[in-house]
């Protein structure tokens, strides 16, 4: 399945969109385990917790996909959307912070083809030399090196607050363009880096708020 030219900026693709693209591809993948050859709209809805519609309208922006009457092509989707997303080769990410927070994305995203861990860094000197999921912890001092070597494109931050500026500016002198941080802090970014934030307690208190409607 090819995935046309966009006539909309891709800029002007609702974010929202964006997200539900990695939840799809998700329940895509649980289809293709599933032996799934073909995966309905609506089965892929119900998964998905979406409405068919929604499905539609989001995929509507890159293009046409399905059989009228049958469905989607699961192997086909995947492909369209890993393409869609960029993530047709593994992502090389970086990670500081090997605490338990850390530790536990670290596993979670190891299970996960299309991220390639290739670093994982702590300012604790206890951390350093152990090994964990197969990735050696180093200390933080050996991020400049090993990103000059690998080229990573992304990295996990789970660190204290009083040391993320100084994180956030190391990683973008290493060049690196995109950051999740599991700490929330002020800090200034230069405009050509991307930081997302992982609020967990924002998102437990939405869920709540849901809870009481």
């Not at 509507?60 to 059989?67: A, L, P, R, S």
């Not at 390639?116 to 001092?141: L, P, R, W």
């Amino acid at each position: 399945m090819k995935v046309k030219t966009l006539t909309l900026k891709k800029n002007l693709i609702p974010e929202a969109t964006i997200r539900r693209l990695s939840t799809y591809l998700r329940c895509l993948r649980i289809s293709l385990e599933k032996g799934d050859d073909i995966v309905s709209s609506p089965l892929l809805a119900k998964r998905c917790h979406v409405s068919e519609s929604l499905i539609r309208r989001d995929l509507t922006y890159f293009g046409e996909f399905g059989i009228k009457g049958k469905g989607y092509k699961t192997k086909e989707l995947i492909a369209a959307i890993e393409q869609i997303l960029g993530i047709h080769s593994p992502i090389k990410v970086i990670f500081v912070g090997c605490g338990s927070l850390g530790r536990a994305v670290i596993r979670h995203l190891k299970n996960i083809p299309y991220f390639n861990i290739i670093g994982a860094f702590d300012k604790n000197a206890e951390q350093c030399g152990e090994e964990f999921e197969g990735i050696k912890i180093q200390h933080t001092s050996r991020l400049p090196e090993v990103a000059m070597r690998e080229k990573p494109q992304m990295a996990v931050i789970a660190i204290p607050p009083d040391g993320l500026q100084e994180t956030v500016d190391l990683l973008a002198k290493v060049g690196i363009k995109g950051i999740l941080s599991f700490t929330l802090s002020q800090v200034k970014v230069p405009e050509n880096i991307i930081l997302n934030f992982v609020d967990i307690a924002a998102e437990m208190e939405f869920l709540f708020y849901k809870i009481n409607q």
